[in-house]
């Protein structure tokens, strides 16, 4: 069966250093990857799409890599701020035929920059 | 541009009771997705709409979990009879778009206790 897997425990950071957040997959071929962010008690928020042709998508503070041979996205976060501790979601889709696009999320990571 | 808006934000029913979760999506929306998120996890699509047809309910429990977009626009989500495993935040998340190109923006959530 398909399987998202992502740093299970609480990942700190200090304050204006780079946080690397990681998702490896397994069974499954996405033609895309997202990842969100998410608040406590909020829904997730959209942060960046990488296509399985794409290697790296840049957009201010963050970075993704996709390697698909690997079955690994990176996620970055340069200068990192207070601001930016929450829970991240990776999510893969596409490929299921028939316009289906509902993702698979992976459990998250609870990224926490301290000051 | 008004966000997914989502009622009750709060529920709590006995086991064996009815429930029921509304969705409004953002304007002009043509795709509407349900997910369950059990505390801990990451979302799980429960089923998606392209308009007021069913896209992929794959992953809906059809014995107890029903949902309908009658008109094209707001859906409902209904559970009955609920069991103590449904216990979750019910997400509604809307795209402009289907295919994998389009953002999915979330709602609040709906957060459901089954005593």
């Known amino acids: 069966s398909q399987k998202i897997e992502q740093n299970s425990e609480a990942l700190n950071i200090q304050e204006g250093k780079t946080a690397t957040l990681t998702c490896n997959y397994t069974?499954?071929?996405?033609?895309?990857l997202q990842w969100y962010r998410q608040d406590p008690g909020r829904g997730p928020v959209f942060l960046l799409l990488?296509?399985?042709?794409?290697k790296e998508k840049r957009k201010e503070r963050l970075k993704v890599t996709f390697d698909t041979t690997l079955k690994q996205s990176l996620f970055h976060i340069t200068a990192s701020q207070p601001a930016d501790s929450a829970t991240y979601l990776c999510?893969?889709?596409?490929?299921?035929?028939?316009?289906?696009?509902?993702?698979?999320f992976g459990k998250g990571t609870h990224l926490i920059i301290q000051p | 541009e008004a966000g997914v808006a989502q009622s009750p934000r709060y529920k709590i029913i006995e086991k064996r009771q009815s429930v029921a979760f509304w969705c409004n999506p953002i304007?002009?929306?043509?795709?509407l997705y349900w997910y369950q998120q059990i505390l801990g996890q990451g979302p799980k699509l429960l089923i998606q709409?392209?308009?007021?047809?069913?896209?992929?309910d794959s992953q809906l429990p059809k014995d107890r979990f029903s949902a309908e977009r009658l008109k094209g626009v707001d859906s409902t989500l209904k559970i009955q009879p609920a069991k103590l495993e449904d216990s979750a935040v019910y997400l509604c998340a809307s795209s402009q778009v289907t295919g994998g190109s389009g953002t999915q923006y979330f709602g609040p959530g709906t957060r459901l206790l089954v005593l």
């Open positions: 304007s002009g929306h043509a795709t």
């Open positions: 990488i296509r399985e042709n794409e």
């Open positions: 709409f392209q308009n007021n047809g069913v896209v992929d």
């Open positions: 069974n499954y071929s996405p033609a895309y």
């Open positions: 999510a893969l889709g596409g490929n299921s035929g028939g316009g289906a696009d509902g993702l698979t």
